[in-house]
């Protein structure tokens, strides 16, 4: 691995964060096609905190602090900071004076694959984490890693710049380049999904309302009237 | 596996569930002569959730939630849905969807060996959910599975009809045949642990309590003074 | 293993006690040296407690209660107790009957490697607890362990009498003997921290404010202005 | 739960056992319509074992093997013992010594759902095991559990007498009502795949064989000449 | 997800795949700076296999192993096969039949992120596969994924194209733009490690050979006598 | 932590070693009352490979081998060595080099809490590995720890010149003072196993050799003849 720090990235447009913000996790995820979700053990550290901004990214040893400490440098107000660890970690590598350096420089939540700790200050700082655990466990600073470079997190592929979602459902990551194509797409689906829900909601089941008893009939589900009758 | 769904199903008896779902499930577990329970992975979505009802159960393809569509129209009102995959799967079977629907029929609340999504949505409908993970990630609706029968969920074999009853404690299951002398055992124990507690709390022992002290010395408990004694 | 209850065991003095409890597990960590954190598997079972005080230490058979029953007579006002297991169970053994019992001798919080239940009921009381798992499974009360030997809690090394720390952050261990320096040392820190907190809230980087330039550029960092510039 | 010992259970027929057997894990999965597979944590603990037989059937508390010394009583020669614990444990419930009871009575492997021991022996007797772990923890005797009574095994469920298939590929239970048909299914399958093996080892691709151009097309699937025509 | 099979990829050239191969999965993860590694749970079904080849990649559904059959067309003699899923999931997505295929193909090996069966024929046949669990479970052909696209697998970045090399102690990815380097590098390595290791089995101490005394040293260590001198 | 290493520690005396050793692990674990035994993820990395000897401890950061290098030195012929960390880890700290470095010095074997590499070079040179992952992951060498201090490793707690006793069914550890009474107390189990096994395998019940028919009936269990007698 080359130790660099790339200074100038390209950064997704701000108007189509804002729309996948508002969008929510599960709603992108869809809009997507179902891909960029990291894996389910990726937790908010405290519940109800949300995030959307593009990504500064962070390459990191796993005990090792030190790159964090480089790129708060680089990150601008709106940001999300998203370190990866070259293999996996429970340690914590981050807690209460970093979220200050953090929220001093604008930089709207962290993404972890690591320990967090500090969990109580963070909340109070309302500073939204997601990370892999929780663990008040310190770590060093003497080995280099890298800055604003591709990583993998959490099982999904960040380039810097693309769109972090993050709210209680997980994380999800769009690509810079399909920041508003997604936006679009999501925004469609919500509206569709408003109509459904009302349609629910008033009692309409899911087999009529997506026309589902034919296929299911093709597909050979069979309808008996009492276990006996299997 | 036969691809059936059982329309009609024999519930256990409401009165039973009433008293079921007032003891809560540690009771209610110790009351089975400490039988029935899922395993402890299963944590609800939102805490302070509590649900009791008999069961509807499903048993789906991991990724694939085209049988909780189908399992809807055949929920009554008071009923929980139980939902097992064929395979273990995080991914988001359900979500806020599925719970207006669930929500609209008069079903108490979800437990779902898989992963579940939208938890903010939920927590605001209060709309309770047991589950393995939370994940917003999508499944499909290709492959057939079955409804309203016995399935193995969480490590719990569950027929439909039978009482589930589910809080922060986790989940068991009550058949039911058993169902009201089990709320007849579970109703006991809690009158006698209420005594217990006061008695407790007024600074008994439980060695006295219980009696422990003659069975202890039996066993070839010994007490020493200090470390160096041992 | 001898089946043994040491009556009589030195405790760490109460000052040091209140000065690491106030400190939070992050704090005495880093002034340990990093050393005593309990795996980060230990979680609260309702978020927000603390607790500190000097361990009453229990070597538990899974799946069985039984020296618990015993470890209450020995806890004194201001203990915390600390039950291990001889091997991996998330069993529940322990709820709120014996939470009652050690309210009422005045200890302050248990930390379990094993499962809790009556989580509900032990958030009402503010009883804190921190363990591996929630679960309602029942144990039995059959076989001796001891009680007030040094025991391996998750991962971490605990004899009688030193005091443990336990918040959101996790559990920390800090031997008797050394409790006054590590408070001594913790202290100091804290007083540093608030400082460092403040200049990184006023935007000091912490690149600059803990002279890392020299040497991360010794270590070999480059900066790099796009990334076709790696 | 009831602590009994049920004498004279039905054990399916010994020629579907014997078909069965010979057909393996995989195919009888296959043709149970892909169910009755025990969980993929259930290991050999030494490679190249089969055993297929019918299941006497141990419900026992973690860390006590109390049970499976009533349980050898109840095995004939052929059978294949089934141990299931209440909660999840891997403590080492079997050894040589009951290996060697096993063997004077003819069974002829055993799964469990536990921890196993003598690692070295059992492979040199040549007794397979399936578990869930290796390990030399010792275990108690000091609760009842149950005998020949329905269990859920890593997952499974298993009835007395049903049939237990196992190899390198893990373990499948075979309900005893089923398992002529299941024989005969599979051993259709087999025989059928024996043709697909020829076929594909002649160079003919599964696409081709198993006509599956025509849906993948219909399903939507593009072929393109570079990656950037995508 | 765009269901795409993209038809012409690059492969790394084949003398650098015959180095790298030659070097061993340690040796070349080393020469790459410590990067491209899958993660630890990704183990061979049978002990000893070897593999090296540019690989062909898949994107698959959790349960689902229609995309392998549609890839199997795409592989030319020497490649290696790598199959990611959208999630995780250890259902056995692979067995003798797909083997033979790839045989057929000239295919060397496998690398797939979910389950394997058939291992007892696989290693009859020398076919090697890595991957993370071992099970029976059958999967579906019902829903599209793609081939020759980039994936994450076990949390490394595959190429189309990339040397992929596994043996024993996993697998690693080399993006074919570096193989050539690489291979440089890792055969440097090697001849270097062949002189050390002669070294260290006469004797020299790695704290001399590598003149590690100063910098331990410098960094604080210190030497006692007795553990009463600490 | 202090950065320290003890240089002359006290040996489990070779007598004791010997007898321990030819007992195997389990043997001595029942000896030791069921105590000292690590966790069951410490696993051999090649099957077959026993070890017998007193322990030179290692506390490591996790991530870093420096410490290894060091205690090499520190180690003589029939020692085995023990690696600790200070956290979870499952990076590859091990492999041939430095077993070429260990062999040189006589050491019989490695207990190691994290990742082992080069496994089939250590096959072939018979040198045993115990560990928690077979890993490639290469490790940096910046960060001190400590040799011969106590340790935590997988659980069980580590004394300088305690005895380990590795085989096939994992690793146990026995205080250096009490090695020749467990030896001691090893060998009668022994012969008194042996003569067990007799029985046993001449088809003597184990419930009528250890008499247990009259404990079982008091504590309740029940003889039916069939399912419906229940």
Redesign the interface.
């Given at each position: 691995?080359?130790?660099?720090?790339?200074?100038?990235?390209e950064r997704a447009d701000a108007d189509s964060v804002g729309v996948l913000g508002g969008l929510?996790?599960?709603t992108v995820?869809?809009a997507m096609?179902?891909?960029g979700?990291m894996?389910?053990y990726m937790?908010p550290v405290w519940p109800?905190g949300e995030a959307a901004g593009p990504a500064i990214t962070v390459l990191a040893?796993?005990?090792?602090n030190?790159m964090i400490?480089?790129a708060?440098?680089q990150c601008r107000r709106g940001d999300v900071l998203v370190v990866a660890c070259?293999?996996?970690?429970?340690?914590?590598m981050f807690?209460?004076?970093?979220a200050?350096?953090l929220?001093?420089?604008g930089v709207l939540g962290l993404v972890l694959d690591a320990?967090c700790?500090?969990?109580?200050a963070l909340k109070e700082m309302a500073f939204p984490v997601w990370s892999r655990?929780?663990?008040?466990?310190?770590t060093?600073?003497?080995?280099?890693g890298a800055v604003?470079?591709?990583v993998?997190c959490a099982?999904?592929?960040v380039n810097?710049g693309d769109v972090i979602i993050a709210?209680?459902?997980?994380v999800?990551v769009v690509p810079a380049k399909n920041a508003a194509d997604v936006a679009d797409q999501g925004f469609k689906r919500k509206t569709d999904?408003d109509g459904?829900?009302q349609k629910?909601?008033?009692?309409t089941?899911?087999?009529d309302m997506?026309n589902?008893r034919e296929p299911?009939a093709k597909?050979?589900?069979?309808?008996?009237?009492?276990?006996q009758?299997?």
């Open positions: 691995m080359k130790p660099i720090v790339v200074r100038n990235i929510g996790v599960s995820h869809e096609g179902r891909l979700l894996k389910p937790r109800g040893q796993p005990g090792d030190w400490h480089v708060v440098e070259s293999s996996d970690s429970t340690d914590g807690g209460e004076l970093l200050t350096s929220r001093a420089r320990g700790r500090d969990v109580k655990a929780i663990s008040a466990k310190g060093v600073k003497s080995t280099l604003n470079v591709p993998v099982g999904a592929l810097p709210d209680d459902d997980g999800v999904e459904k829900r629910l909601a008033a009692g089941l899911g087999l997506y589902m299911l597909a050979g589900l069979v309808y008996v009237d009492k276990p009758d299997v």
